[in-house]
């Protein structure tokens, strides 16, 4: 294995024939501040560069992030359109139903339960048909429950080739045995054969009427063309995947992009790390400052904008984030980069809460400068401020931002006024309610 120190790396001088092409020598002793800015590039959370709120704006957002976490709750915004409203402003929410529609998107699970473009499918396919794991004990109790309903899933299946896309709430429970959990899911048999088929690739999700899923018959689902596509090895698979990761981040360990993506599913990530970096595709970084044994990597073709940001061409923004967003889906990372300690409190009993049941972190350039505790009023289209948290009173003087940063997300709401309950007092003046 290479040492970071024994590389001979070249400085970016343009591309040819899709090839990053260098010519001088490059430090690869990364700052923490070029890694944090060249994270939120690379998230499109800056202002470097805009996309389009339209369509073809939402496909290349999804393509660059890799997934987009489906998240139903309510409080302010589904998580996905919150995704994407971070990056593109105000976008026409419709856009997504249509891509849906024409096939376009998909969803999977990635790193959770994800919107994907189509084009990514085939990275799946394995997967699927390699559930339920027979090696682990979840993956057994699933086969059997499966086997012990097997009239339930041919039921299913029959009803859906017979009517079309039909949600949930449309199939009887001919279940034999009950599904049996100490959680949501207890009784709950045909949602539960609906999700055990959805992981095995036999349906899909055709579209969402509000937070109702329709389910079809995956055949009904995928473009033609798939229907000629041989299953992709895996360690093909990984490669890629792994790459996308990568370019998502910025720079990251091992760790890091086991846990992003297809999280969880690389099984022989040592090995594709050496395939990637041995063809100079990914190379190694000194991240000044981690006590992380492990080596960091970044993606060649991100030495570019690696060398933009060095340049001094950051040109940073204030704004909010989901709690599921990916720039903090890893909470490790997100401590560890930005020494930003979050987690999502929707479980936590309301007495504990130390912050608020939906809580929105606010980022400011490459430092995360506070959090709101936010509830959107759909009927009288008011947005309620619970409360706002400052990270530090070093940020007493960027109350506007803040104050800008919530005029937006009411904009995209639809909310007509704008309500604060309680505020630092260094941000009274900045943070009033408006009608």
């Known amino acids: ?31 923490p501040v070029e890694a944090r800015r060249l994270f939120i590039t690379k998230q499109r959370l800056d202002n470097s560069s ?23 709750i309510s409080a302010v915004a589904p998580s996905q ?13 419709s856009l997504i139903g249509e891509l849906y529609k024409d096939r376009t998107i998909f969803e999977y699970w990635a790193h959770q339960l994800s919107i994907l473009l189509m084009e990514d499918y085939p990275l799946f396919i394995s997967g699927m048909q390699n559930f339920p794991d027979p090696d682990s004990v979840w993956g057994r109790r699933v086969s059997k429950w499966l086997k012990d309903n097997s009239k339930l899933e041919k039921y299913v299946i029959s009803e859906l080739k017979k009517k079309g896309a039909l949600s949930s709430r449309e199939f009887e429970d001919k279940s034999e045995r009950h599904w049996s959990s100490s959680g949501w899911s207890n009784n709950r048999n045909v949602s539960r054969m609906l999700q055990f088929l959805f992981f095995q690739g036999k349906v899909m999700v055709s579209e969402r009427r509000g937070n109702v ?79 992380a044994k492990q080596p960091w990597y970044i993606h060649r073709e991100d030495l570019p904008t690696l060398e933009k940001i060095r340049n001094g061409e950051w040109n940073p923004k204030t704004v909010l984030l989901s709690p599921f967003d990916n720039l903090i889906c890893d909470r490790g990372r997100t401590l560890d980069m930005f020494g930003f300690d979050y987690s999502i409190e929707i479980y936590v009993p309301q007495h504990l809460r130390k912050y608020g049941y939906y809580v929105l972190p606010i980022l400011h350039g490459d430092k995360f400068i506070a959090r709101i505790d936010p509830v959107f009023k759909k009927d009288s289209k008011q947005l309620i401020i619970n409360r706002v948290y400052a990270e530090s009173e070093k940020s007493a003087q960027l109350g506007d931002e803040v104050s800008n940063a919530v005029s937006d997300l009411a904009e995209f709401l639809g909310a007509t006024n704008v309500r604060y309950e309680k505020v630092p007092s260094f941000w009274k003046k900045s943070l009033k309610s408006k009608a």
């Open 1 to 31: 294995m290479r040492n970071w120190k024994d590389v001979s790396i070249l400085s970016i001088n343009g591309e040819k024939n899709g090839v990053v092409v260098l010519e001088k020598p490059i430090d690869l002793r990364i700052t």
């Open 81 to 93: 359109f919150l995704v994407l409203w971070s990056r593109l402003g105000n976008y026409d929410r």
């Open 50 to 72: 805009k996309l389009e709120s339209g369509r073809r704006g939402i496909i290349q957002l999804i393509r660059e992030l890799g997934c987009v976490q489906i998240d139903p």
């Open 213 to 291: 899923k329709m389910w079809d018959l995956a055949e009904r689902c995928l473009p033609m063309s798939f229907e000629t596509q041989g299953n992709l090895p895996q360690d093909k698979i990984e490669c890629i995947a792994v790459q996308r990761a990568l370019k998502a981040l910025g720079v990251a360990n091992r760790n890091q992009i086991r846990k992003h993506f297809l999280r969880g599913s690389y099984p022989n990530l040592n090995k594709t790390l050496d395939k990637l970096e041995s063809e100079s595709k990914i190379l190694r970084v000194e991240l000044n400052g981690s006590a």
